[in-house]
């Protein structure tokens, strides 16, 4: 039944002991600070929508690149024949590599906090929109961590499963912005598909059931798909 | 304790392991051998149930790797041909995350890690990373890992492959020591490994059996057919044709070659279960021919194993 988090800590140990996680986690803190701060003082307004509307075209290729060795490394490596001969199960396997990448993208989130502690420092910030904010970025990290958990388990190339993985994340975020391409009669069909959609809903603190819906499902979805994608692999 | 009925897998067009029927007893020591590409592996692989069968059914006990793949693998401890761990995991690291996914106790770990790092000899190398053991070491980690949870099966592919020879001696020390005890499956192409270890072997070729015995048994259903090597100085082949195919029981000689010093080398071949070996000294003896060499060539697992794989090619 626990049997995931012994999968969960040990991935989440290989993170912390070699250099992926410190490298990643920068890199994600330097584009987000440097993007966020670069116009927040010409606005000259104490909120973080410039952060939000940031965030999932950074999380489109950032969290692609802490989830593609998940799979990728092991089937590569062949330590996969092995984790399938120990008494595990594929939902243990997948949930608990799911959960290590989805945490990692939490720790991420979590230092960003800093953010807004700053700005309440010198001015008077309004902690609803940012509260929302995150309890949206954390779903959307879900979502993306789910489908780079998927394209990891597609190949034994850890850079296939980084562009495969990023390639869906960024569609997922850009779709609502091509909406002018698409005829009139799906229009709200191809907006309901886009991940920045739902994501602004959620972050202007609106919690509507149809966005935890499209999340919820887009994770479940992508988990079933690597379970099959495994199933199929011997 | 295992029973295997009808096992076949394909792989695409290719069929890998065709229609195997296999029995295994509790305790005993099994050898699979079988040329490359035999389907060795992927028998144990299925047996592993990392593996689908395309057809037929694996029993082990009570279960079926089918309905309850989950309790046997807790009862089977699986050594992979090449011992693919996280290589950047350290060795006690990795044992004692193998401990926890195969549900030792917590007050159990420890004790159980020590004994199993005394066995296997690792208590020098427990604070490595396992990229950096050496081949025959990393082998070492894998028996370890193997043995975690003291299985009632171990399956072993090609444990001694990359071993040094005191390893080697060592691992079949271990193997003997398990299976007295244990239920141990290996594969292997070392001959005299299999000889010097198992209670019984399985010669596998082309996906299908195609010996199944003891020792003993394997070298009584092969041929029987003797052959008997003579180095001659002083003789005419014409001759010695004619004086050996005389001897009863002898039905063929045959010349391999004239050396520049004049010896000749040929062999006899005889399918009489009597020794012929005192007939042909003294039909030699009333002659002047001296005798270089004289050798009976004896039916080895080797010879077996050749005759058996080559058959079928």
New interface residues.
């Given amino acids: 039944m626990w049997q995931f988090t012994h999968i969960l800590k040990k991935e989440l140990k290989d993170y912390f002991i070699s250099p992926i996680a410190y490298i990643v986690i920068s890199i994600f803190l330097i584009i987000t600070g440097w993007f966020f701060f670069s116009t927040f003082f010409l606005y000259d307004q104490a909120n973080m929508r410039g952060f939000f509307s940031l965030l999932p075209i950074i999380f489109a290729f950032v969290i692609p690149a802490i989830t593609m060795r998940l799979f990728a490394e092991e089937l590569n490596m062949g330590s996969y024949e092995i984790l399938l001969t120990m008494p595990v199960t594929f939902s243990d396997i997948i949930f608990g590599k799911f959960a290590a990448g989805f945490i990692m993208t939490g720790a991420m989130l979590l230092l960003t906090l800093a953010y807004p502690i700053s700005i309440a420092f010198i001015g008077d910030l309004d902690w609803g929109p940012v509260i929302g904010g995150y309890l949206g970025a954390l779903l959307l990290g879900g979502t993306f961590s789910a489908i780079g958990v998927f394209a990891s388990s597609l190949t034994h190339n850890q850079i296939i499963a980084f562009i495969l993985g990023a390639a869906i994340c960024f569609a997922l975020t850009l779709i609502d912005k091509m909406l002018f391409f698409f005829p009139e009669s799906i229009l709200n069909f191809v907006e309901y598909l886009g991940a920045d959609f739902h994501f602004r809903n959620v972050a202007r603190g609106i919690i509507d059931s149809r966005d935890l819906i499209y999340f919820i499902s887009i994770i479940f979805i992508s988990l079933y798909s690597t379970y099959l994608a495994l199933q199929k692999k011997e | 304790m295992i029973h295997v009925e009808n096992l076949t897998k394909y792989y695409d067009n290719f069929c890998a392991v065709d229609q195997l029927n296999i029995e295994i007893n509790k305790g005993e020591i099994l050898g699979l051998l079988g040329p490359n590409g035999a389907g060795k592996t992927t028998t144990l ?1 299925m047996l ?5 069968p395309s057809s037929g059914t694996i029993q082990v006990n009570d279960y079926n790797i089918e309905n309850n793949p ?1 309790e046997i ?2 009862m ?1 401890g ?1 050594l ?1 041909e ?1 011992s ?6 350290l060795v006690y ?1 990795y044992l004692e ?2 401990s ?4 030792i106790k917590p007050s159990d770990r420890h004790p159980r890690l020590r004994y199993l790092a005394d066995l296997c000899g690792l208590n020098h190398i427990m604070h490595k990373a396992i990229g950096e053991l050496s081949k025959g070491l990393n082998q070492r980690v894998g028996l370890a ?1 193997a043995m975690m949870n003291d299985p009632e099966i171990l399956i072993l592919d090609e444990p001694t492959q990359g071993l040094d020879p005191n390893q080697i001696v060592e691992i079949r020390h271990i193997i003997k020591k398990i299976g007295q005890e244990k239920t141990v499956i290996f594969s292997t192409h070392i001959l005299s490994e299999a000889e010097a270890t198992c209670d019984r072997i399985i010669i596998i070729n082309r996906g299908k059996i195609v010996a199944d015995g003891n020792t003993a048994d394997l070298k009584q259903a092969a041929d029987q057919k003797t052959i008997i090597q003579l180095s001659l100085l002083n003789a005419e082949t014409e001759f010695v044709q004619k004086t050996l195919t005389a001897i009863e029981g002898i039905n063929q000689v045959e010349q391999i070659g004239l050396t520049d010093d004049g010896v000749l080398n040929i062999k006899a071949y005889s399918n009489s279960t009597e020794d012929l070996r005192e007939k042909i000294y003294k039909a030699i003896k009333a002659t002047d021919w001296v005798i270089i060499e004289f050798l009976q060539e004896a039916k080895t697992l080797e010879t077996i194993f050749r005759d058996l794989t080559r058959q079928i090619n």
């Fill in positions: 692989k592993t149930g990392y593996s689908k989950l693998k807790q089977i699986y992979p090449s693919p761990f996280y290589k950047d995991m690291d995350y193998v926890k996914i195969k549900g890992h």
